[in-house]
């Protein structure tokens, strides 16, 4: 099945889970992190916590090793990440190729993630694409509510001049595809953070296991 849009569209991607594969690069780097402050923290531990919010995330494994999660830890794990993104955090396959032939046939691209700025910036580095790639990077230091409400994409939809109907999202997790959905958007889930029936029962209109499938889905030649 493929997706018929009328053009021009826009495709909004999320970043974690999407463009690059990071969950695992975070928690190793911020085992790291607590190491650092003689705590013996493995990335085992951060596991629990994907996708609840950076208190949870870094302030329960602090709280397990009797430290104190503040800004200074925080700043801290961001600058180490800042540090090891090349090392750890790795694109998914065909991602760069992807946004550079969605981009090449006229399509506006933009990134809409619930991550803060400094860690998105970070990941975006590890892609290598030339600079403008992306009409519009948002992240969760751009508003106040985050995934699964619609804002993000919303605010994506006005930076990039179009409305949310011709907008197309890519998410890998169920609170973003709720958020495209809330959104009036129609939604592409990538299966790299959940199954294929946890993303349609969230709402998926379609669902890829690779992303260089989604190129023809968008395009309408599969």
Known sequence: MTIQRTTPVAILFDCDGVLVDSEPAMAEISALAYQDYGAPATADDFLPYIGQGEQDYFGQVAQKYGLVFDNTIRTHIYAKYIDLAQRYV????????????????????????????IKVEAN???????????????????????????????????????????????????????????????????????????????????????????????????
Do not use: W
């Open 124 to 222: 975006l580095s590890v892609l290598s694409l030339p600079a403008q790639t992306f009409d519009t990077v948002l992240t969760g230091s751009d508003l106040e509510r985050k995934k699964p409400f619609p804002d993000i994409y919303l605010l994506a939809a006005e930076r990039l001049g179009v409305s949310p109907s011709d907008c197309l999202v890519i998410e890998d997790s169920t609170s973003g595809v709720i958020a495209g959905n809330a959104a009036h958007m129609v939604v592409i889930g990538f299966t790299s953070a959940h199954t294929a029936e946890e993303l349609r029962a969230a709402g998926a209109d379609f669902v890829v296991d690779d992303l260089r499938d989604v190129f023809d889905h968008v395009t309408g030649h599969q």
């Open 90 to 117: 790795r694109p998914f396959p065909g991602v760069q190729d992807l946004v550079l032939s969605l981009k090449a046939r006229g399509y506006r691209i933009a990134v809409a993630s619930s991550s803060e700025r």
